[in-house]
């Protein structure tokens, strides 16, 4: 099983639908973040959290909104999806060294 | 402002050879750089990190050079095998510590190894 899952892997939607991504992990670790990845741009921070109660921005939050529900959890939402948030997401962890391991990554269309 | 730049947007080396890999930089605060690598379907997998008080490190077939007045760093893969073939993401950090994790990702550079 993989350390950390991301749910669900493929998602399409519509314009205005509210949507959420899950991310799980099981390496124990504090720190938790989302990225998105567009071609051409390599992987932006939208969201991290280094632990249960600490959120932060990252360089791309808008329309973006995040849920830290336990140490395993974190949880992404586009509150009104627009078509140019279609992207890969990756939910990573790291430990206080800073090495990330990525989830599958969840991909995201929205029509 | 791309602050992490991957210019070469693929490269192609026969199995055997030198894969050379480079990435610039524009923010003179980034003091730790890493290399990540993505195969198709899968999230990115760390490959190989460097400090800013260092100028090479080497793991295996991997070494990377950092060359700081160039605001420069390279990977190089040697020999190359078929199985390295991915996509590589040059990224930075600034500040260590609580920084760690927050990295600034270049676009990637797509790697084919031919047999």
């Known amino acids: 099983d993989a350390d950390v899952t991301q749910t669900p892997r493929n998602r399409i939607t519509k314009t205005g639908k509210r949507i959420m991504l899950e991310c799980s992990q099981t390496?124990?670790?504090?720190?938790m973040y989302w990225y998105r990845q567009d071609p051409g741009l390599g992987l932006q921070l939208i969201y991290y959290s280094f632990d249960v109660k600490d959120i932060n921005k990252g360089e791309i939050s808008d329309g973006y909104s995040v849920s830290r529900q336990a140490q395993a959890k974190f949880s992404l939402s586009l509150e009104s999806a627009i078509p140019n948030q279609t992207a890969l997401y990756f939910c990573?962890?790291?430990?206080?060294?800073?090495?990330?391991?990525f989830g599958e990554g969840s991909r995201l269309t929205v029509l | 402002d791309q602050q992490v730049k991957q210019n070469s947007p693929s490269l192609s080396v026969q199995e055997g050879r030198i894969s050379i890999l480079n990435c610039d930089y524009t923010n003179s605060m980034f003091d730790y750089f890493l290399w990540y690598k993505k195969y198709p379907a899968e999230g990115p997998t760390f490959l190989i990190s460097?400090?800013?008080?260092?100028d090479k490190n080497e793991d295996g077939r991997f070494t990377v050079f950092l060359n700081k007045s160039a605001k420069h760093l390279s990977l190089h893969i040697v020999p190359s095998q078929p199985g390295d073939s991915a996509v590589y993401f040059c990224a930075a950090s600034v500040g260590g510590g609580t920084s760690y994790g927050k990295l600034t990702f270049g676009q990637g550079t797509i790697l084919t190894v031919h047999p």
């Open positions: 390496k124990g670790h504090d720190r």
């Open positions: 990573a962890t790291s430990d206080f060294r800073g090495e990330l391991f």
């Open positions: 460097i400090s800013s008080i260092k």
